[in-house]
């Protein structure tokens, strides 16, 4: 059985970074597609970063306009462990992110990140 697994979660201050990973376990895995998704307090979860897979061409990756320039997604060439680099981070992106693989078919179970002074 797949699990998503995240890690690298916690406190931070404001203008810091952190790092998120996501692997996946329960047997030999690759997935073409995979996401970050966050869930702040009282809001919808939304999508933060995305990777796919596009052949000859490598990985497509994507950002949500509020992260872009400072959050990085990237992943193995077994397309079974992803990261993400999260860098100048902002009291906005205080949230449980969310590892999601196959268009929804698989999902971590969180990690809460705190941007906070």
């Known amino acids: 059985q797949v699990q998503l697994v995240e890690s690298g979660g916690g406190l931070v201050q404001p203008g810091g970074s952190l790092r998120l990973s996501c692997a996946a376990s329960g047997g030999t895995f690759s997935f073409n597609d995979m996401e970050w998704y966050r869930q702040a307090p009282g809001k919808q979860r939304e999508l933060v970063a995305s990777?796919?897979?596009?052949?000859?061409?490598?990985?497509?990756?994507n950002y949500a306009d509020p992260v872009k320039g400072r959050f990085t997604i990237s992943r193995n060439n077994a397309k079974n462990t992803m990261w993400l680099q999260m860098n100048s981070l902002k009291p906005d992106d205080t949230a449980v992110y969310y590892c999601?693989?196959?268009?929804?078919?698989?999902w971590g179970q969180g990690t809460q990140v705190i941007v906070s002074s």
């Open positions: 999601r693989a196959e268009g929804g078919r698989y």
């Open positions: 990777v796919r897979f596009r052949g000859g061409f490598g990985d497509e990756t």
